[in-house]
């Protein structure tokens, strides 16, 4: 079964609303962490990544912490813009292919 | 530089046709995958390179899916006697040796008709 269970959308926010979209893993050990997201008509980029317990990933005012404890690696924005618009997936590393959740749609209106 | 080419980007076929899907890594990278994209869905995992060797095909769906790196850079996955059920778009993804970032292609998307 699929090892990484993330928010299923769509969701749609206004401009600089505050976005949190969970993302919790099953693994063996500690796997790498990583978000992808995929803007309309591009291919899959990634966002931010952790490789390890309590390390926090951060780009583009998004963040998300390695929790361990919780298994979870949950992605935050403070104020989103329209250009935030497009499907997030977390996934995970191990053994060097990645596991993906089903990913997000995120509509941000102005 | 560039990144990762696919190619064709938008493939039809008739139940039954074979088809071949390309992909161009990142010049250099050791480490080349396929993934699956159902619609709606997130990618799933066919196979993994590293260089012309085959490391793991776990995901490969059916015999009739077949993956190939001859020289270690070019990839071609086959799907012979297609169904309707493997229509998707097919991701290619390439990564330097000691990297964890997986660089994406743009996709091919198969439609079984």
Redesign the interface.
């Known amino acids: 079964g ?1 090892s ?1 269970t993330q928010m299923e959308g769509p969701v749609t926010l206004s401009e600089e609303a505050f976005l949190t979209i969970n993302c919790t893993y099953t693994a063996t050990g500690y796997p ?1 962490l ?1 978000w ?1 997201v995929q803007y309309p008509g ?5 966002l931010l ?1 952790a ?1 390890k317990a309590d390390d926090k990933g951060s780009n583009k005012g998004f963040e998300a912490t390695y929790r361990k404890e919780t298994t979870s690696f949950h992605l935050e924005k403070g104020s989103v813009q329209v250009s935030d618009s497009a499907v997030y ?1 977390c ?1 995970r ?1 191990g ?9 997000m749609k995120l509509t941000v209106n102005p | 530089g560039a990144g ?1 080419s696919q190619s064709p980007r938008y493939k039809v076929a008739k139940r039954g046709q074979d088809v071949a899907l390309r992909c161009d890594p990142i010049s250099g990278h050791v ?1 080349l ?1 396929w ?1 699956q994209q159902a619609l ?6 066919l196979t ?1 390179f ?1 260089n012309e060797a085959q ?2 095909k776990s ?1 490969l769906p059916s015999d009739r899916f077949f993956a190939e790196r001859p020289e270690g850079s070019v990839s071609t996955l086959k799907i012979q006697r297609t169904q309707q059920e493997d229509s998707a778009v097919y ?1 290619c ?1 390439s ?1 330097r040796r000691g990297g ?8 091919t998307r198969l439609t079984v008709t």
């Open positions: 699929n990484v790498s990583f992808y591009e291919g899959l980029q990634l990544k490789t997936f996934a590393g053994s060097e292919k990645l596991v993906f959740g089903k990913g | 990762v480490s995958f993934y709606g869905q997130g990618p799933e995992f993994y590293q490391l793991d995901g991701l993804a990564k964890y970032e997986q660089y994406f292609g743009p996709g």
